[in-house]
């Protein structure tokens, strides 16, 4: 029942991203297929990848705090569009693929943060390891956009909060190829994640390959995250209340709750995003904002419950 | 220890800018904006020039004027190495703070507005007044007027002025740009926008068709995100409908506005 | 089953070895007890004894293998291991937490199959927590907890259990709960258990043998008679003590310290 409703939700809300819009315009038209159903396909996608990568990373670092932008990931996104951009790299996908380039970057330098030895990855180094490659890739980031072309590149700030304007059927096609690896590597790992909830130990006597899922799990949320990042900036609260939302009904176990998360991020990203082109039309708020404030009293509502409970 | 903080107070308070009289006409003036520049030197006040900022290009004989930074924010230092009598800022909030510093060191400043072409004539004026080249100020200015006043020519082209691609930022009504394109006889599509400039759906551009997109660009070529495949769904986009609208001469109101009126005219007649 | 001899462990960074030359027995339907002060190396022999760290010298085997050389996943099927400490992140009810331990038994994308649902039931009935089964974990006292915890190890349907002070923070009913619980599927199931412990009453009343250590050093091992002298305890224990019989077992008694302490 409540997978129908999951489901039928997440329709509703493609369907709307489809259907409405700043302009009023035939469904058979150009702009409907060629601007805004490739936008509502990389919402869900962008936002189910994540709320995917979101609740398997609160599993790892076994924190229910943990967002995927809390790895260092959109500070090294940042700095990497910014140089792009700083440098007058040409091309269309010179942004995209700067801002990933930039994002692996991070993932590297706080994946070798991590690991203490014996390949053993420590979930407490990632988390203060994102926190300051973050802090340094973004101060990084501002000194340039003071010493460069100011105008340019503070325009490249508004990419930063979060946007899907750049959605094309190209687009869709190289992240829709994308995801399914990673995501299906998360859902491989969802046992191991279950087992990891109880602590390491515990775990490992459970069966569990403890360091070899911290890594697979690590790298696979990075991954997708970093992709996230590349083709729509950062849009923040999906990676993080989504998965609590989803843990409401499908509870902790990542067989479920992994699908949940996915469906339930592309849904709220494709709704957040409707609401982004519609409510202030013929402008558009970054849909970064939108995502905060839908989820900042989500997410105090849900410490309510936890609290009051 | 209170009365001097009072009488700090004080002195801040009598300290505002732009509140001299013209008791002397300035000698040694420094100019933040590229607009000053080039009214000075049409007004013959060049010469007394001593700072521009990097982006005064206009006309040749401002870049023999030495240079004191971007002007973004101002340099203190650089300026008051010059030693001005008079330094004129656009009037914004971080330009504010700086002319604040700039009077404490005993320099005066003007922060004058430069937003649309109803700008141009006071301003205008008013740096005739700090010069003592009032008459030719005044003839100026008179022209910059006529030229703002004119009645508006029946729009013969739909535009729409682009800044940024990612996300969509175009001009708005509140922009001289807008001002500009009305002049020259194109109507902004996004004149319903009252901000100088806004964020955008990119369908919405599409939807609204502008026959021209007009992009600020030096370098002659189609911009980068008119190979963007999402891009292609605006027509002008699609058809390479581009106007490109060099940076020194679109890109400020000043003496040259009327030029550049007639330049686009000419671009939307082809 | 388990069978360690004579092994020497220094932990990387240690400056003295944590064990010496110890050795320990598990048999099916055994229950041997392993005690000694903090820091004895208890914890340690425990995980050299099930692979989790290579002894420098001596061997850890279990069954007719050597105990790293098990891959994960079939330890757990043999092994149900309730450690010291855990710490659930994550909400969950009785039922779900036992079910985690049938995960060695699952397939990475097969679902769960009736024999494993059979399986928990059979591990709550027998931990006595059938009753508790659609609780959530947080409403339950420690003593109720615990049993849950061994409840999810014996879903792992092990032919050995291993506790590693199972008691601590337990009130004396529940303590005495849970020797009884481990006593009875020792007799009733015939599976061999290892428990560490610091209560050497119980261990003396339930346990078929005793290893007592002593800064990583063995000191005394085999009957709770033999193990646990007044002399011995004294030694290991550094305070004075008298020794009791209870039910046929010995039973040690702290002293005060001098009687004209305050």
Same mark, same amino acid.
């Given at each position: 029942?409540?997978?129908?409703?999951?489901i039928?939700?997440?329709?509703?809300a *493609?369907?709307?991203?489809?259907?409405?819009?700043?302009?009023?315009?035939?469904?058979?038209?150009?702009?409907?297929?060629? *601007?805004?159903?490739?936008?509502?396909?990389?919402?869900f996608?962008?936002g189910?990848?994540?709320g995917?990568?979101?609740?398997?990373?609160?599993?790892?670092?076994?924190?229910?705090?943990?967002?995927?932008?809390?790895?260092g990931?959109?500070?090294?996104?940042?700095?990497?569009?910014?140089?792009?951009?700083?440098?007058?790299?040409?091309?269309?996908w010179?942004?995209?693929?700067?801002?990933?380039a930039?994002?692996?970057?991070?993932?590297?330098?706080?994946?070798?943060?991590?690991?203490?030895?014996?390949?053993?990855?420590?979930?407490?180094?990632?988390?203060?390891?994102?926190?300051?490659?973050?802090?340094?890739a973004?101060?990084?980031?501002?000194?340039?956009?003071?010493?460069?072309?100011?105008?340019?590149?503070?325009?490249?700030? *508004?990419?930063?909060?979060?946007?899907?304007s750049?959605?094309?059927?190209?687009?869709?096609?190289?992240?829709?190829?994308?995801?399914?690896?990673?995501l299906?590597?998360?859902?491989?790992a969802?046992?191991?994640?279950?087992?990891?909830?109880?602590?390491?130990?515990?775990?490992?006597?459970?069966?569990?390959?403890?360091?070899?899922?911290?890594?697979?799990?690590?790298?696979?949320?990075?991954?997708?995250?970093?992709?996230?990042?590349?083709?729509?900036?950062?849009i923040?609260?999906v990676?993080?209340?989504?998965?609590?939302?989803?843990?409401?009904?499908?509870?902790?176990?990542?067989?479920? *709750?992994?699908?949940?998360?996915?469906?339930?991020?592309?849904?709220?990203?494709?709704?957040?995003?409707?609401?982004?082109?519609?409510?202030?039309?013929?402008?558009?708020?970054?849909?970064?904002?939108?995502?905060?404030?839908?989820?900042?009293?989500?997410?105090?509502?849900?410490?309510?419950?936890?609290?009051?409970? | 220890?209170?009365?001097?903080?009072?009488?700090?107070?004080?002195?801040?308070?009598?300290?505002?800018?732009?509140?001299?009289?013209?008791?002397?006409?300035?000698?040694?003036?420094?100019?933040?904006?590229?607009?000053?520049?080039e009214?000075?030197?049409?007004?013959?006040?060049?010469?007394?020039?001593?700072?521009?900022?990097?982006?005064?290009?206009y006309?040749?004989?401002?870049?023999d004027?030495?240079?004191?930074?971007?002007?973004?924010?101002?340099?203190? !230092?650089?300026?008051?190495?010059?030693?001005?009598d008079?330094?004129v800022?656009?009037n914004?909030?971080?330009?504010?703070?700086?002319?604040?510093?700039?009077?404490?060191?005993?320099?005066?400043?003007?922060?004058?507005?430069?937003?649309?072409? !109803?700008?141009?004539?006071?301003?205008?004026?008013?740096?005739?007044?700090?010069?003592?080249? !009032?008459?030719?100020? !005044?003839s100026?200015?008179t022209?910059?007027?006529?030229?703002?006043?004119r009645p508006?020519?029946?729009?013969?082209?739909? =535009?729409?002025?682009?800044?940024?691609?990612?996300?969509?930022? =175009?001009?708005?009504?509140?922009?001289?740009?807008?001002?500009?394109?009305?002049?020259?006889?194109?109507?902004?599509?996004?004149?319903?926008?009252?901000?100088?400039?806004?964020?955008?759906?990119?369908?919405?551009?599409?939807?609204?068709?502008?026959?021209? =997109?007009?992009?600020?660009?030096?370098?002659?070529?189609?911009?980068?995100?008119?190979?963007?495949?999402?891009?292609?769904?605006?027509?002008?986009?699609?058809?390479?409908?581009?106007?490109?609208?060099?940076?020194?001469?679109?890109?400020?109101?000043?003496?040259?506005?009327?030029?550049?009126?007639?330049?686009?005219?000419?671009?939307?007649?082809? | 089953?388990?069978?360690v001899?004579?092994?020497?462990?220094?932990?990387?960074? /240690?400056?003295?070895k944590?064990?010496?030359?110890?050795?320990?027995?598990?048999?099916?339907?055994?229950?041997?007890?392993?005690?000694?002060?903090?820091?004895? /190396?208890?914890?340690?022999?425990?995980?050299?004894?099930?692979?989790?760290?290579?002894?420098?010298?001596?061997?850890?085997?279990?069954?007719?293998?050597?105990?790293?050389?098990?891959?994960?996943?079939?330890?757990?099927?043999?092994?149900?291991?309730?450690?010291?400490? @855990?710490?659930?992140?994550?909400?969950?009810?009785?039922?779900?937490?036992?079910?985690?331990?049938?995960?060695?038994?699952?397939?990475?994308?097969?679902? @769960?199959?009736?024999?494993?649902?059979?399986?928990?039931?059979?591990?709550?009935?027998?931990?006595?927590?059938?009753?508790?089964? @659609?609780?959530?974990?947080?409403?339950?006292?420690?003593?109720?907890y615990?049993?849950?915890?061994?409840?999810?190890?014996?879903?792992? @349907?092990?032919?050995?259990?291993?506790?590693?002070?199972?008691?601590?923070?337990?009130?004396?009913?529940?303590?005495?709960?849970l020797?009884?619980?481990?006593?009875?599927?020792?007799?009733?199931?015939?599976?061999?258990?290892?428990?560490?412990?610091?209560?050497?009453?119980?261990?003396a009343?339930?346990?078929?043998?005793?290893?007592?250590?002593?800064?990583?050093?063995?000191?005394?091992? /085999?009957?709770?008679t033999?193990?646990?002298?007044?002399?011995?305890?004294?030694?290991?224990?550094?305070?004075?003590?008298?020794l009791?019989?209870?039910e046929?077992?010995?039973?040690?008694?702290?002293?005060?310290q001098?009687?004209?302490?305050?």
């Open positions: 029942m409540k997978w129908t409703l999951l039928a939700a997440t329709l509703v *493609l369907a709307a991203s489809v259907l409405l819009g700043p302009a009023a315009v035939p469904l058979n038209s150009d702009i409907v297929w060629n *601007l805004r159903a490739p936008r509502a396909v990389l919402a996608l962008v189910g990848a994540l995917a990568s979101g609740a398997s990373l609160q599993a790892l670092v076994r924190n229910p705090l943990a967002d995927p932008f809390l790895l990931l959109s500070g090294g996104a940042g700095l990497g569009a910014v140089l792009a951009i700083a440098l007058h790299l040409s091309g269309p010179a942004l995209p693929l700067a801002a990933f930039g994002a692996i970057a991070a993932l590297v330098l706080v994946y070798r943060m991590g690991m203490i030895g014996g390949g053993a990855l420590d979930p407490r180094v990632l988390l203060l390891g994102g926190v300051a490659v973050g802090a340094f973004a101060a990084v980031t501002t000194a340039i956009v003071s010493l460069a072309d100011a105008a340019e590149l503070r325009n490249a700030f *508004l990419w930063l909060w979060g946007g899907l750049s959605a094309s059927w190209d687009a869709v096609v190289i992240v829709g190829v994308y995801t399914p690896i990673p299906l590597v998360l859902m491989g969802s046992r191991p994640l279950d087992l990891l909830a109880l602590g390491e130990e515990p775990a490992r006597y459970l069966g569990a390959d403890v360091e070899r899922v911290k890594r697979r799990v690590y790298l696979a949320a990075s991954l997708l995250t970093a992709a996230a990042v590349a083709v729509s900036g950062v923040g609260f990676g993080l209340v989504v998965p609590h939302i989803s843990r409401l009904t499908w509870g902790h176990r990542h067989r479920a *709750l992994l699908p949940a998360a996915f469906l339930g991020g592309g849904a709220l990203l494709a709704l957040a995003d409707t609401l982004a082109r519609t409510v202030v039309a013929p402008r558009e708020l970054p849909v970064g904002v939108v995502t905060a404030l839908i989820g900042v009293p989500v997410f105090a509502l849900l410490l309510r419950r936890w609290t009051v409970a | 220890m209170i009365r001097r903080l009072f009488l700090a107070v004080l002195m801040l308070a009598a300290c505002r800018p732009s509140d001299h009289p013209a008791v002397q006409a300035s000698n040694r003036i420094v100019s933040l904006l590229p607009s000053f520049t009214i000075l030197f049409a007004i013959g006040a060049g010469d007394r020039l001593v700072g521009r900022t990097t982006w005064c290009d006309p040749d004989a401002a870049r004027v030495p240079s004191v930074g971007d002007g973004m924010p101002p340099n203190i !230092e650089a300026v008051a190495a010059t030693k001005p008079l330094v800022l656009y914004s909030g971080p330009n504010v703070t700086a002319a604040l510093q700039l009077e404490r060191l005993g320099i005066r400043t003007v922060l004058l507005d430069m937003n649309r072409f !109803e700008d141009l004539g006071p301003a205008t004026r008013r740096l005739g007044q700090l010069t003592g080249l !009032e008459q030719r100020a !005044e100026l200015a022209t910059m007027d006529s030229l703002t006043y508006l020519p029946p729009p013969i082209a739909s =535009i729409a002025f682009v800044v940024w691609d990612n996300p969509p930022i =175009i001009i708005g009504a509140g922009s001289y740009l807008s001002q500009l394109a009305n002049l020259a006889g194109a109507r902004n599509v996004f004149d319903d926008v009252a901000a100088p400039s806004a964020q955008v759906s990119l369908e919405t551009i599409a939807a609204r068709n502008p026959r021209w =997109i007009a992009v600020l660009s030096d370098s002659g070529t189609a911009p980068a995100f008119a190979k963007r495949r999402e891009w292609r769904a605006v027509p002008a986009v699609r058809d390479g409908r581009f106007l490109l609208l060099p940076g020194s001469l679109f890109g400020r109101p000043g003496p040259r506005s009327a030029e550049a009126v007639r330049r686009l005219q000419a671009m939307l007649g082809r | 089953m388990i069978d001899r004579g092994v020497h462990y220094r932990y990387p960074r /240690g400056d003295r944590a064990l010496e030359d110890v050795s320990l027995i598990v048999e099916p339907g055994q229950f041997v007890a392993v005690l000694g002060p903090n820091s004895s /190396g208890k914890t340690t022999l425990l995980r050299v004894a099930l692979g989790a760290l290579r002894p420098q010298t001596g061997s850890a085997t279990i069954g007719d293998r050597a105990a790293h050389d098990y891959p994960r996943q079939e330890l757990a099927r043999l092994v149900g291991v309730v450690p010291q400490r @855990e710490d659930n992140l994550f909400p969950q009810r009785v039922r779900e937490t036992v079910l985690l331990g049938r995960y060695p038994h699952l397939s990475m994308w097969g679902g @769960e199959r009736p024999e494993d649902h059979t399986a928990v039931q059979r591990a709550l009935v027998a931990c006595d927590v059938e009753s508790l089964a @659609e609780r959530w974990l947080w409403t339950l006292s420690g003593g109720e615990q049993r849950v915890r061994i409840a999810r190890a014996l879903a792992q @349907e092990p032919r050995l259990l291993v506790l590693d002070e199972p008691g601590v923070s337990l009130d004396l009913r529940h303590e005495m709960a020797f009884e619980l481990v006593r009875g599927l020792v007799d009733t199931q015939g599976l061999g258990v290892l428990m560490i412990t610091h209560d050497l009453n119980l261990a009343r339930f346990a078929d043998s005793l290893l007592l250590l002593s800064d990583g050093h063995p000191v005394a091992s /085999g009957a709770a033999d193990v646990l002298t007044r002399e011995t305890i004294e030694r290991v224990f550094a305070w004075p003590v008298a009791q019989t209870v046929g077992r010995p039973h040690m008694v702290p002293l005060r001098s009687k004209d302490a305050r």
